[in-house]
T-cell receptor, first 115, second 113 residues
Framework: EAGVVQSPRYKIIEKKQPVAFWCNPI?????LYWYRQNLGQGPELLIR????????DSQLPKDRFSAERLKGVDSTLKIQPAELGDSAVYLC?????????????FGQGTRLTVV | QQQVKQSPQSLIVQKGGIPIINCAYE??????FPWYQQFPGKGPALLIA?????SEKKEGRFTISFNKSAKQFSLHIMDSQPGDSATYFC????????????FGSGTQLTVLP
């Protein structure tokens, strides 16, 4: 079974430019998460989707960040415009929520460098 | 506000040693406490998890000890191997939040051959 797939793996952009990340979760997983991991830190949740609905986006900087999950499957995370402080690894994770729940599986992440 | 505090930041042990990583939490509503292992360039992967109704859980060489009254939990790695060298994160989540995790800051473990 394929894991969570993210692309691109690496992205270098100049500040003020837009950037987008893509995530394909594990087939059948209804819950999808975007986390941001700064260097030397643990991941921090940006947004959580249950199917197509964003159920928690309280940590998403809405002035420049946006996300969508079309048809409750793939998701994209966009930053426009990017700032130097946005340099981080952006991780996507998915899980199948139901009785008892299951673990969250993470993708390899997209490493963003803003110069 | 950091809800899960992890220590130490880094740890070096000899092969065969027993590294111990500690975490403390503040939110008494947390009911699920996993540990994740992360290798460079990879996403975190679930290692072992515990719920607060038990005080210890063991899977292979990995053991979680849980102290509900102290709001602390720890990871012990028995007979550590160089291949265990990685960054370890503790985490926690609340009921009804799926696997929306609050992570600790991580411990970089190095196991010397």
């Amino acid at each position: 079974e394929a894991g969570v797939v993210q692309s691109p793996r690496y992205k270098i952009i100049e500040k003020k430019q837009p950037v987008a990340f893509w995530c394909n979760p594990i087939s059948g997983h209804n819950t999808l998460y975007w986390y941001r991991q700064n260097l030397g830190q643990g991941p921090e949740l940006l947004i959580r989707y249950e199917n197509e609905e964003a159920v928690d986006d309280s940590q998403l900087p809405k002035d420049r960040f946006s996300a969508e999950r079309l048809k409750g499957v793939d998701s994209t995370l966009k930053i426009q415009p990017a700032e130097l402080g946005d340099s981080a690894v952006y991780l996507c994770a998915s899980s199948l929520e139901g009785q008892g729940g299951t673990e969250a599986f993470f993708g390899q992440g997209t490493r963003l460098t803003v110069v | 506000q950091q809800q899960v505090k992890q220590s130490p930041q880094s740890l070096i042990v000899q092969k065969g040693g027993i590294p111990i990583i500690n975490c403390a939490y503040e939110n008494t509503a947390f009911d699920y406490f996993p540990w994740y292992q992360q290798f460079p360039g990879k996403g975190p992967a679930l290692l072992i998890a515990i719920r607060p109704d038990v005080s210890e859980k063991k899977e292979g060489r990995f053991t979680i000890s849980f102290n509900k009254s102290a709001k602390q939990f720890s990871l012990h790695i028995m007979d550590s191997q160089p291949g265990d060298s990685a960054t370890y994160f503790c985490a926690a989540s609340t009921p009804g939040s799926a696997r929306q995790l609050t992570f600790g800051s991580g411990t970089q473990l190095t196991v010397l051959p």
